[in-house]
């Protein structure tokens, strides 16, 4: 069983920045894509921005510009630099992790609150 462990989470005020972390409990295979997606209360977890090994990047059309995800392969690990943070970014950050094979297969962070208040 994979497992991820995630870190970064917290209160910001808003135009703040927050940095995420999510890696691997012990050495493991290299995941093919890993990113981060996000919840709130009462709606479906939602894309916020995924990475490929090689470096190709994805990104919600809500957080261009303002986040970054970066992977770092040798540890096997994702982050989420989040900048000019708004109220709206509120929610529990969840990172994700998928194989080369087989295709379907995913694992899920425990989630990392991020909340953005004055």
């Known amino acids: 069983q994979v497992q991820l462990v995630e870190s970064g989470g917290g209160l910001v005020e808003p135009g703040g920045s927050l940095r995420l972390s999510c890696a691997p409990a012990g050495n493991i295979f290299l995941f093919e894509v890993m990113g981060w997606y996000r919840q709130v209360p009462g709606k479906q977890r939602d894309l916020v921005a995924t990475?490929?090994?090689?470096?190709?990047?994805t990104y919600a059309d809500s957080v261009k510009g303002r986040f970054t995800i970066s992977r770092d392969n040798a540890k096997n690990s994702v982050y989420l630099q989040m900048d000019s943070l708004k109220p709206e970014d509120t929610a529990v950050y969840y990172c994700n992790a998928r194989p080369f094979y087989p295709k379907d297969r995913q694992w899920w962070g425990q989630g990392t609150q991020v909340t953005v208040s004055s």
């Open positions: 990475m490929t090994n090689r470096a190709t990047a």
